[in-house]
């Protein structure tokens, strides 16, 4: 059993942050500004403490989806042909610097 929370634990504030990133349309003009640059640095925190352990988030979004990537499709049944892309990463993969996958993503596709 894996001791180390990290993987899960970014995986939870990268949502988090996304849910705050859309929380933040709803606020007037002069508090979005400050919630933006509250976001921008908790993000690159997050980047440089998941360098700091040789991690990195890999997230999908518009790429072409295929069974190869470290990530399930939460909808694949319900989606017919062949040609899909990722519509949306619900949650990231947690890879290291080697490409080793730490921790299998989640996403939603939908045809191309």
Known sequence: ?????????AVEFWKLAQAFERQLGFLDESRRAGGQAQLRYARRRLDALLGEADLRL??????????????SAVNADEIGGEDHVVETTLEPAVVCG???????GKLIIKEA
């Open 58 to 71: 890999a997230i999908y979004d518009g790429e072409p989806w295929s069974p190869a990537l470290p990530a």
């Open 1 to 9: 059993m894996e001791c180390d929370p990290t993987p899960r634990l």
């Open 98 to 104: 080697d490409g080793r996958v730490v921790l299998p």
